[in-house]
């Protein structure tokens, strides 16, 4: 079995930054894309980045400019730093590895950006 442990999240003011850490553990024999999905009240879950095992990375749109995701290998840790975050950022964020070629997703965080 497979385990991500977000930490991060929670509540800033329009215009503020916060960081998410996802860490992998358990049965990892090759930990492949790493990324992030968001949630927000009534709509689907939309991918927010993405970052694969040789550093290769996808944005939405909406956050490109204002996010960026890195991962550490050597810690099977993937990281979500967000600056000028808006009040549409505020969703609940899911942390999201691909094991070999299964799927795991963590609890996610809550991250709620006040005007």
């Known amino acids: 079995q497979v385990q991500l442990v977000e930490s991060g999240g929670g509540l800033v003011q329009a215009g503020g930054s916060l960081r998410l850490s996802c860490a992998a553990s358990?049965?990892?024999?090759?930990?492949?894309?790493m990324g992030w999905y968001r949630q927000a009240p009534g709509k689907q879950r939309e991918l927010v980045a993405v970052?694969?095992?040789?550093?290769?990375?996808n944005y939405a749109d909406s956050v490109k400019g204002r996010f960026t995701i890195s991962r550490d290998n050597a810690k099977n840790t993937v990281y979500l730093q967000m600056n000028s975050l808006k009040p549409e950022d505020t969703a609940v964020y899911y942390c999201?590895?691909?094991?070999?070629?299964?799927?795991?997703w963590g609890q996610g965080p809550q991250v709620t950006v006040s005007s």
């Open positions: 999201h590895a691909v094991v070999g070629s299964s799927p795991y």
């Open positions: 358990g049965r990892i024999f090759a930990l492949n894309a």
């Open positions: 970052i694969a095992r040789g550093g290769s990375i």
